[in-house]
């Protein structure tokens, strides 16, 4: 299995595609990484050193990839955070050639734009982008709840309200959506849950909520699913592995102390994920 990760880097800690690619090999997948920044560490510290990668830079690079005659091979596209309107334009450029010379492969898209706690963090342009020309062309897509509603206009905060979202998101054009952070008020204290819908049905896992914050979880989260699903086409079996895998990692995280994910330390977790948790089909 190959994957095409169009992602930024980062030299310390892991995001984006720092975070991603050692997971997915982990779990035997082939990724051609394809770097949209390259940054001395990710932004949430405040400072940072670093490039952004120019867009006919990150396209010349993928450019150069598709005359190695390889674009063929891919099973899937994944993109996270889009910095701008420009790298946005070549990961739709980027899905198209893949798709021309793969017909099956899928694009996945982490439709990154903020949370419930600090709302949007990224340019007025990128939601805009992410909601008339990026989703309509993705298959799968793996919002939290907050980037959910901002995606489909909605306020979704029961789990009725988020499968009428995930409906309507699902109508723009992706079939697969993965809802990495549902929060309701009839949810039992202290839990936090994921949501993964397709064409079979919608499945919920509910997990303990930690009490920190970890930057590049949700790409690992995205990575995973990603990996799982196209592989298997079973929306229940990649979210059980996928929640097991990366509460694992957290846990661990947390017991470090550390702030940054310890990625490699958890390596296990990828590849045996313990499947922990019941999912529980409800539709």
Known sequence: MKILSIQSAV???HVGNSA????LQRIGVEVLPVYTVNFSNHTGYGAWRGPLIAPDDVRDVITGIEERGVLGQIDAVLSGYQGSEGIGDVIIDAVARVKAANPDAAYACDPVMGNAKSGCFVAPAIPVLLRERV???ADII???QFELGFLTETSPDTLESTLESVDAARAMGPRTVLVTSVERPDAPADTIEMLAVDDAGAWLVQTPRLPMKANGSGDV???LFTAHYVRTGDAELALR????????LLTRTLESGE???QLVESQESYAHPREQFAVTKVR
């Open 221 to 223: 989260t995205a990575a």
């Open 135 to 137: 989703v309509p062309v």
């Open 142 to 144: 793996t919002p939290n």
């Open 11 to 13: 030299a310390y800690g």
């Open 259 to 261: 702030r940054e994910l």
């Open 241 to 248: 592995k996928t929640v097991s895998s990366v509460f694992d």
């Open 20 to 23: 991603a690619v050692f997971p």
